[in-house]
């Protein structure tokens, strides 16, 4: 078989995603423009009645929606360094992969700032932050940096696409509407597959991929830092770039694990990824996990170790059963330690666990991104000695929780419309790579 | 006449920003009376202005605040300091509710609060009344992605609530807890005149944004003490220029060194490296016993201090 005919197996096995939309699908989408509406009703009730519908107050001035920040620009992070990773070390394995990781990246770093946006006072003010831009400030940088990265996700991705534009807009066995196709076709920037065009694309592709790691090592270090730079235990500490940075790429491989099972049951991709593919992922989060592991707990080791009251306060905190030790102990354990035994124990290691595990660590890294920003504000260095319940505590409020759902329903709405416009699994390389396979195999025999 | 009118108008120039700004006016329609009066300028020196250009302003506000540069401009040569005497605290609360008075706050907003401290298990619990520090390395003022917060040459930390994004990243900067923030549309208990709204006078409160003690630079500025000073009864408050090295508590001024040398005065938490502007005067030779600070108050109310 050669490489056109290859080309037109793979796209005729992945067109129809293109080309219909089943009822499932029209459902599941409905569903989430339901919630995105219902998150667009918290929106207005939070900007017409103040933040007083949170439960954020002068102690703990930052709740979930900083937490979910985190947590989404932490897996936006992880999509293009992974992608940008498995592609300079020539991995065989990715392409199935990659495109999921991009187009995750991509939606969570458009989704993650919009959770920033949650916790200002004033949204009408927001050109203050280009108008009256202070150098200084941490979250300076991190304008710079989110819309920096946001612009080179998006050229990772869309280098990565224009050959399978080219493949779309040309296919004559690809069912869509002709405007469609003009679109792809445009898209494609008239790419013909002439060698003077691959050799450029080769470029584009290597210098964006070398790029996007320091960059977004870059973005998840000041991502840290807007705590790190304060004066407040549990946020001051000079690992937490690192730590970050960690966290953000361990997260994203769970979140990407999870993807991988769910698009590859409800669209029967068994045939692309495959149990291999789990398991490199594993690997992954193996790695991953151990390294934020060790910065875990040589964070709190330290803090923990010396006596430094307002530090030995928060730990206290942390581990103590009357105040966060079960959500401390869920973190660590299912974080941590279950991911490390379950992918690291070969017979336990089959897609359905390293799925699991992935999604019991997804929940607990965000719950341990609640562990980051609560406690330390409820712990102030003048005690708080207020009467007031919801000033001393924080407790999320409906408000707060119908927002954080919608942000992730607006995530898997991008994420749906995304797949009904480019295919899942990269039809070009796929088919590159399963010619070069059988010229192999002809060459063998 | 017209050599007279000249001279009296470089007087007049000299007699300083508060009187020029009305004077300069007055000064091309009046004609000068012939009869002059001796004043001090704000540079301290003697001048001579006549009694027909001297007008005080009809608002003392309008004329004195620092508008145009939205009370970015520190007050001259001036470099505010406050002393804290902790031996003098009886939780009155006074400056707590002058404060609140003063800023139009309602009565759960507190700028000033006072906490009760006990800094060893053994050691005995104390009064703390606290304001803003104004810090000279103020590490709200580093984190403002909007310059909204900022340091002035005077030493006061203000915020600039009209250009204040809500962010509270400040807030979060602040080791001492000092700011609030208006969660809802501010209740004033009274109307504020627009004239007093500005920077310097830190009101009208406005939503979604930030708001602190300011050691209320308008007063200051018309070379009045704080009201959290003289609404004490106690005199635990001293506040006045370190450049002059003196401070005053309304019923004595004393030099600022002698009175950190002789009572030992201290910054809470100095090794925050904050550089904090206010020095506390330890909680020895008590006025009163801390038992006063719990006159009148709810058993609910004490419950706030259980942890002490």
Known sequence: MNFKENINLTLKDLSPVLEHTSKKEKIWMAFL????????YALYIQITQGHI??????????????????????IGYSGSVIAALLYLFKMKWRFPIIRIAMLMTLFATITG?????????????????????????????????????????LIFLYVALIRDFAVYGQSKDLKVSDGRKKWYKRLSFGFKNLPSQEKHLKISRDIIAIMIIPIAIMVSSILSWIFGMTLRPGWHSTIFGPYFVLAAIYSGLGVIVILMYILRKIYSLEKYIKKEHFIYMGYGIMIFGAGYGYFTFSEYF??????????????????????????????????????????????????????LVSLIMVVAM?????????????????????????????SATWVEWVLVAAGFALFGLLFTLAIKFVTIIPVWQTALMNTEEQNKNIEKS | MKKEARRAAIKAFLAGGALLST???ALSKKKPSGDTVKLLSQDGELVEVDREYLKVPTHMHAGLLNKSTTGREAIPGKKFVMV??????????????????????????????IKLMKDTEKGAPYWFPKTCFHCDNPPCVKVCPVDATFKREDGLVLID?????????????CPYSTRVFNWEDPKEPQPISEEYSSTETSVPSVHGTVEKCDFCPDMVRQGKLPDCVTACPNGVFYFGDENEDAVTNGDETVRLSQLLKDKAGYRYMEELGTEPRVYYLPASNRMFPVERGFKGMSDEEKQKFEDI
């Open chain 1, 113 to 153: 700032p919009l959770f920033i946006l949650l916790c200002i006072g004033r949204l009408d003010r927001l050109h203050h932050l280009f108008l009256y831009a202070r150098l200084q400030s941490p979250i300076t940088w991190d304008v710079i940096a989110v819309i920096t990265y946001l612009v080179g996700s």
């Open chain 1, 33 to 40: 423009g339901v919630i995105i509406l219902w998150g667009c």
């Open chain 2, 23 to 25: 004077g300069w006016l």
């Open chain 2, 84 to 113: 804290i005497d902790l031996g003098r605290c009886r939780n009155a609360l006074k400056c707590v509710t002058a404060c609140q008075k003063m800023h139009y706050l309602p009565e759960e907003k507190e700028w000033v609060k």
């Open chain 1, 302 to 355: 330290t803090d923990w170790y010396t006596s430094k009251a307002w530090e030995a306060e928060l730990i206290h905190k942390l581990f103590s059963w009357d105040h966060y030790g079960y959500w401390t102990l869920f973190a660590n354990l299912g974080g941590i330690l279950l991911p490390l035994l379950i992918i690291g124990i070969p017979k336990l290691r089959t897609i359905g666990s390293i799925t």
């Open chain 1, 366 to 394: 965000w719950i341990k991104r609640y562990l980051i920003v609560i406690p330390t504000l409820e712990n102030t260095l003048i005690p708080m000695q207020d009467l007031r319940e919801e000033y001393v505590h924080y």
């Open chain 1, 53 to 74: 519908v949170t439960g954020m107050r002068d102690n703990v001035v930052w709740g979930i929606f900083i937490v979910n920040f985190i947590f989404l620009i932490g």
């Open chain 2, 161 to 173: 609530n009209q250009q204040c994004i809500g962010c509270k990243f400040c807030m979060a900067a």
